[in-house]
């Protein structure tokens, strides 16, 4: 590994930090160190990067903002690579819609501030997401969503890097979004995307960007590290509704704990690690089928070591 470390270290452009611990990147603060974190500086540059990854052979995963992710405890041998400096563009479009508008952001750009721009730029659609924690990237990814609507609502087109490293554009039609799905395969790489947007005055945006954050605030543990719900909602019910049910509130596992305010929630408590979060997840699966008969999805996306 401390060869092909080196390589991909002489990459011009690209930030490189070894051994870098995932809990400073994650939501949960849990993640032991990964052998290389690496950010590029430049579309060119993760291109570079990528290249050598594949010539390699060396294993890699994307990060955004890691707030759906649980990360290994132990050392991980992989390169993760986030695009926060590389693709982090966010563009009004020259094509003007009916009173809105069209807005290309890159994956990299965080969740918020693109919704922020929306907002400045009088444009209506994506303002349901905010307090989301995520990056465009990741939100198209996972096809984040809340009871305003999904990121996929007003996509027009995504702009992909394949596993064999060429670059294409998959127009909304051709994808298939799904619940915490954008249906893209694990191996492609987003680049960016273009939605098209309604028009609304930032007045009236900001007020509903209040009232929604007003409600997460009143209903979400936003006061500990987690990584949002940890289940799917099973059709026609509520994951947190059956955990609560099944007397799971407050239940711990070290200092992993089913949050008291938000059952579908798995809070840190201070020190809790991925094998006492996965621990709790499982004991959880286990409890809820045992009392209802209902196999719950998970939502989070456990990183494992071996890949
Ligand atoms: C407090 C809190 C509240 C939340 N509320 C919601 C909510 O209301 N609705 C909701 O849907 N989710 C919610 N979540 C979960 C999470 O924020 C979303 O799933 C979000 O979309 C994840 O984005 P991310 O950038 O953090 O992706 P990460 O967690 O870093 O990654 C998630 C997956 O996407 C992949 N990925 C990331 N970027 C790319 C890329 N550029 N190309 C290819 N793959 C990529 C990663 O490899 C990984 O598999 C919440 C989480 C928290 C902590």
């Known amino acids: 590994m401390n060869s092909t470390l080196r390589v991909l270290e002489s990459i011009p452009d690209v930030e490189i930090r070894r051994d870098e611990p995932l809990a400073r990147h994650t939501t949960f603060r849990v993640g032991g160190p990964v052998r290389l974190l690496a950010r590029p500086r430049s579309e060119r540059a993760l291109f570079a990067l990528l290249d050598s990854i594949r010539e390699l052979g060396v294993p890699f995963i994307i990060l955004g903002e890691g707030s759906n992710v649980l990360a290994p405890d132990e050392v991980w041998d992989m390169v993760v690579i986030q695009l926060h400096l590389a693709c982090n563009g966010l563009l009004p479009d020259s094509r003007k819609t009916q009173g809105g508008g069209v807005v290309y952001a890159g994956a990299g750009a965080k969740l918020a501030e693109l919704i922020r721009f929306c907002i400045e730029n009088d444009l209506e659609g994506l303002e349901g997401l905010a307090g989301v924690p ?36 998959v127009g909304r039609q051709q994808l298939s979004p799904g619940y915490r799905t954008m249906g893209i395969a694990e191996n492609c790489i ?28 009143k209903s979400q543990p936003l006061r500990y590290p987690s990584a949002g719900s940890i289940f799917k909602n099973p059709a026609g019910q509520f994951a947190g509704a059956l955990i609560e049910k099944a007397g ?29 979060i996965v621990e709790l997840i499982e004991k959880t699966e286990n409890i809820v089928y045992g009392t209802f008969g209902v196999r719950l999805e998970r939502e989070i996306r456990i990183l494992k070591t071996a890949v």
């Open 248 to 276: 799971l509130k407050g239940y711990r596992v070290g200092d992993a704990e089913i949050s008291k305010k938000h059952a579908n929630w798995i809070v840190n408590r201070g020190k809790a690690t991925a094998k006492e």
């Open 190 to 217: 987003i680049l960016g995307a273009c939605f098209e947007l309604g028009a609304c005055p930032k007045r009236v945006l900001k007020e509903r960007v209040e009232t929604l954050l007003k409600k997460r605030r």
């Open 134 to 169: 995520a990056t465009v990237g990741g939100a198209l990814f996972m096809n984040a969503s809340t009871f305003s609507g999904a990121i996929s609502d007003c996509l027009v087109h995504i702009d992909l890097l394949d596993c064999d490293g060429s670059k294409r554009s």
